[in-house]
């Protein structure tokens, strides 16, 4: 059964080898003569300019930090609604509880100004 | 479909929990809405909570109890650490009304983020699974990591949060990578049915090795978060960045939640494993022993001397966490009282001598250089005496309550079996004995090499006069609190 | 056709969780930025949920324990990267770097 799956093996074997054989050959093949334009970026032939850390606004990373924790929430609402029918009020009230202390979350980040895009 | 039934729930057990839990969201909301410069009323509320969860406690002292399917348990022993919590954050709150607006970070969240941590602490000290010490371990954490990175924007504070952080989340990894591993080796996540499951029969060898590779993954990621050498480095940088209340909440309740959360993992699920763990654990108790108590020697900073000398006091601990293991009931309970009566004697010194630190420490300085101390006794002779009362007490020099720490650990130990490891510890104890009294001695005798001006405010005036008290009435009186201690039992050792 | 726990073995699962495991462990040794720290931190949890949830499937499958606490590992993962990114984030508003090394002002 396993054998079948001996091609997959293979294949990947071959698929790490041949890209590595013209790299292994042209670093030791190669001339190396590096001048200050060829060590600079490559930016399509234009020069390069700036530094490449760009400063976002930073409600972006807010946004960011914010989504992060909600999305994951979510991880628990949805094994909650599968087993809802066998679950009862008990596992309602407890669900209230977790998602009255996520909207509480969300006052806290509202009123603190974390959602305004100043 | 089958009705999944969910047990009925004891909230005796949870009641602590739950008041801190509430309180704390409660708190988070009205810290949006009071006033900037009132900002004070929110401490003065979260000590409250406080006070009243340690009061909510007491009816149910003495019981034994488990709910939530035995994931939180509810026995002397957990009760006594929630109430050293409850104590040890109160305290910090105190110290923090006036740093906090004297170095310019006065939030409310503070306040909510310490008692949140508090809450993790009693996770830790309660819980009875896997999966709750976890949870717990982690809800103290984070709002440590925060805590630490409070005083923004200064540099220092940002970069020690940082740092506890990168390895606090290392370690984490490890613990949970750790509880993965047991889970596989015996099939379940809850302490005593790891414990049954192991004392019942011998595991096959795979699982074996899965079970002590998980225990070992386990023992160094606690190791990171009691500062157990040589898992203990981040702990002085740490110490010296986050603001200094931070400071002392985490050497006494991070470090004692730690403890409580390892002397259940060790004793109740892997208890029969015990000639295994010992000779590695009394190892790492050795090393720390040596690091933490060297490293301090060579400090000239204060603040990061008593971050090493936390690494060499929980080198005693461990010698009471080795001493909890062992068979034979008796040994194994001594171990466990030792563990707390050390821990307490700690708690009550550290916050003490933190205490100190805070009344001498300028906004925007950051240096805790020791000949800030020199020639405190002429200018602050109630200052000096209370740093000195402290320091002897961590010593261990009697009648201190730091004496009888090391008194029962050292008992514990060697009725354990542990004779040579009991004579490391009175020797690197008198090694520390050597770097408290370089300080003791610059306060009483060297000439102020300047004038640092020392201001005490009423709080933390409270704070200082609660832990001196404690330490004192502790040293001359041990009766009371070895009492207590003995009857703080884990509910499977000797409760049963 | 055999299922799949029978044509792939438990070990083979976990050797895969441990090298995950090592090369996350490896990435937050060696890494000198600090959110590749952090995404190596992320990858020793990931490895943990595989192991979690490989154990469930092969060992437990009646016991939800193991499915569970992946959940809760997912939970606290997030938690923790935010916690992390916004450290990050406030490190390098004051100092125009994100480097472990560069950040040393606390020594000795």
């Not at chain 1, 009020?89 to 009123?111: C, N, P, Q, R």
């Not at chain 2, 309180?23 to 509320?45: D, H, K, N, Q, T």
């Not at chain 2, 040890?88 to 006065?106: D, F, Q, R, T, W």
């Not at chain 2, 090493?308 to 009931?329: D, E, I, K, N």
Request: proline share 4%; net charge neutral; glycine share 10%.
């Amino acid at each position: 059964m396993l054998a079948n799956y001996a091609f997959v093996g293979v294949f990947f074997v071959a698929a790490v080898i041949f890209p590595l054989i013209p790299i292994v050959a042209a670093y030791f093949l190669g001339p190396k003569r590096p001048t200050p334009t060829k060590l600079d970026t490559y930016e399509c032939g234009l020069e390069a300019v700036g530094d490449i850390r760009v400063q976002f606004k930073v409600q972006y990373y807010l946004y960011a930090l914010a989504f992060v924790i909600f999305d994951i929430e979510v991880v628990f609402l949805y094994p909650w609604a599968v087993a809802y029918g066998e679950l009862g009020l008990f596992a309602l009230i407890a669900m209230a509880v977790f998602l009255f202390s996520l909207v509480e979350a969300l006052v806290y980040a509202w009123k603190k100004g974390a959602l305004e895009w100043v | 479909m089958t009705e999944i039934t969910i047990p009925p729930i004891d909230w005796r057990v949870a009641t602590q929990l739950c008041i801190i839990f509430g309180w704390a969201s409660v708190l988070l909301i009205i810290a949006l809405f009071v006033p900037r410069s009132r900002i004070r009323v929110v401490g003065y509320l979260a000590i409250a909570g406080l006070v009243v969860a340690a009061g909510a406690g007491i009816p149910f002292w003495g019981g034994s109890a488990e709910t939530f399917g035995g994931m939180l348990r509810l026995d002397t022993y957990s009760m006594m650490l929630n109430w050293l919590f409850l104590a040890a954050a109160a305290v910090v709150i105190a110290y923090s009304l006036n740093y906090l607006p004297k170095h310019g970070i006065e939030h409310g969240e503070y306040y909510v983020l310490v008692l949140f941590a508090t809450a993790g602490m009693m996770l830790l000290a309660q819980g009875g699974d896997l999966i709750v010490l976890f949870l717990g371990l982690e809800l103290l954490s984070l709002t440590l990591y925060v805590l630490t990175g409070f005083a923004y924007p200064r540099e220092t504070s940002e970069e020690s949060g940082m740092k506890y952080l990168l390895t606090g989340a290392f370690a984490g990894g490890f613990i949970v990578f750790g509880i993965a591993l047991i889970y596989g080796a015996t099939g379940s996540l809850n302490l005593a049915a790891i414990g049954d499951t192991l004392a019942r029969a011998a595991l096959a060898a795979e699982d074996r090795t899965y079970l002590y590779a998980g225990a070992a993954l386990i023992v160094t990621g606690f190791g990171y978060k009691i500062a157990m050498a040589p898992f203990h480095m981040w702990a002085p940088d740490v110490y010296e960045g986050a603001p200094t209340p931070v400071a002392a909440f985490l050497s006494v309740g991070s470090k004692a939640a730690g403890f409580a959360a390892l002397v259940r993992f060790l004793v109740e699920a892997m208890g029969s494993q015990w000639p295994v763990w010992a000779p590695a654990l009394a190892t790492l108790a050795i090393a720390t022993l040596l690091l933490g108590n060297i490293g301090a020697l060579i400090q000239n900073n204060v603040k990061r001397m008593l971050a090493y000398s936390s690494v060499g006091h929980a080198g005693y601990m461990l010698l009471g966490v080795l001493a909890a293991g062992a068979p034979g009931g008796m040994a194994g309970q001594r171990g466990v009282e030792a563990v707390l009566l050390y821990l307490l004697a700690y708690m009550l010194t550290n916050l003490g001598a933190f205490g100190v630190l805070i009344a001498l420490e300028q906004r925007g300085e950051l240096t805790w250089d020791i000949n800030q101390f020199a020639g405190l006794w002429a200018r602050r002779p109630l200052l000096a005496s209370a740093m000195a009362i402290c320091l002897l007490s961590l010593a261990g020099v009697p009648p201190t309550a730091g004496f009888w720490g090391k008194f029962y650990v050292f008992t514990a130990a060697w009725q354990a079996g542990f004779g040579w490891l009991t004579i490391i510890g009175i020797l690197t104890a008198a090694i520390a004995a050597f770097y408290y009294v370089r300080i003791v001695v610059q306060m009483f005798t060297a000439e102020p090499s300047r004038e640092t001006p020392a201001e005490t405010d009423p709080a933390l005036r409270a704070g200082l006069v609660i832990a001196i008290a404690g330490i004192l009435v502790l040293g001359f009186m041990p009766a009371p609190a070895i009492d207590l201690v003995q009857r703080s039992v884990l509910a499977t050792v000797g409760g049963q | 056709m055999p299922s799949m726990t029978e044509a792939v073995p438990l070990s083979w699962v976990l050797l895969l969780a441990g090298a995950l495991f090592c090369i996350g462990l490896f990435g937050a040794l060696s890494r000198r930025n600090t959110v590749g720290i952090l995404l190596g931190i992320e990858l020793m949890l990931n490895a943990v949920n595989i192991n979690l949830v490989a154990f469930w499937r092969y060992l437990e499958p009646n016991v939800v324990a193991g499915q569970t606490f992946a959940l809760f590992v997912v939970t606290v993962a997030a938690a923790e990267a935010a916690v992390g990114l916004a450290m990050i984030i406030a490190i390098y508003r004051s100092r125009q770097t994100v480097n472990a090394d560069e950040v040393d002002s606390l020594r000795g």
